[in-house]
């Protein structure tokens, strides 16, 4: 397919388990965003991958939070030990352009559930 | 450091009526793309419109178009006869042209159009 593709769709975890959640993105894309989304409510900025440069995590949570992106193209979303207040729609998107007015595409995102 | 201020948290409109949904946002940039995004209850986000800021021009997409205000720092997108199908999320989002700057979304606005 040709754009972001976000797996799984659904998860449902009791507290305490670790996920992990996969993002593909759009063949070519050197930047990666990650996104919470409580139902609802707004985009809140996890971490942002930018070609083969540092990633700019100042929007992870807390330390139960890591993300990687492995030879800058897929990337894993890792929650430790989850917690009920992690609870919500995970979402990735992907651009081509480094600083340009190419917008982002957003996968489908992946709605997890912490019982 | 860059911000997005969507001031209408939700918003109601009958269906064929003009909206227009507002969005200012803080830079000391002079360079610049401003994005507007749909999301439907489908939870996909769609890029609905974008506007370089060294155009002085509004962009227009069919019944979509923007007032971009760049000395005020202002960019409201208008819906034009209103449909069922414009009910959603709309999310407005700044990124600078000068660096690999991650982009910045609002808040976001609910609409709803009423039949």
């Known amino acids: 397919g040709a754009g972001v593709s976000q797996s799984p769709s659904n998860k449902v975890t009791e507290k305490g388990k670790d996920v992990e959640l996969r993002c593909d993105p759009i063949?070519?894309?050197?930047?990666l965003y990650w996104y919470r989304q409580s139902l609802g409510q707004g985009l809140e900025f996890l971490i942002y991958?930018?070609?083969?440069?540092?990633?700019?995590k100042s929007g992870l949570p807390s330390d139960r939070f890591s993300a990687e992106r492995t030879g800058g193209s897929v990337s894993t979303l890792t929650i430790q030990r989850t917690q009920q207040e992690d609870s919500a729609v995970y979402l990735c998107?992907?651009?081509?352009?480094?600083?340009?007015?190419?917008?982002?595409?957003f996968g489908d995102g992946t709605r997890l559930s912490i019982l | 450091a860059q911000t997005v201020t969507q001031s209408q948290p939700e918003m109601s409109v009958q269906e064929a009526e003009t909206v227009t949904l507002s969005c200012t946002y803080d830079?000391?940039?002079?360079?610049?793309?401003l994005f507007w995004y749909k999301q439907p209850p489908s939870r996909q986000m769609i890029l609905v419109i974008r506007?370089?800021?060294?155009?002085?021009q509004n962009a227009t997409e069919n019944r979509f178009s923007v007032n971009f205000q760049k000395a005020a720092k202002s960019f409201s997108l208008k819906i034009s006869d209103s449909q069922l199908g414009d009910t959603a999320m709309y999310f407005c989002?700044?990124?600078?042209?000068?660096?690999?700057?991650?982009?910045?979304f609002g808040k976001g606005t609910r609409l709803h159009i009423l039949p």
């Open positions: 506007q370089e800021a060294y155009k002085q």
């Open positions: 063949s070519g894309h050197t930047a």
């Open positions: 830079t000391s940039e002079n360079n610049y793309y």
């Open positions: 998107a992907s651009s081509g352009a480094r600083g340009g007015n190419q917008p982002q595409h």
């Open positions: 991958f930018q070609g083969n440069s540092a990633p700019d």
């Open positions: 989002a700044f990124r600078s042209a000068n660096r690999d700057d991650k982009i910045i």
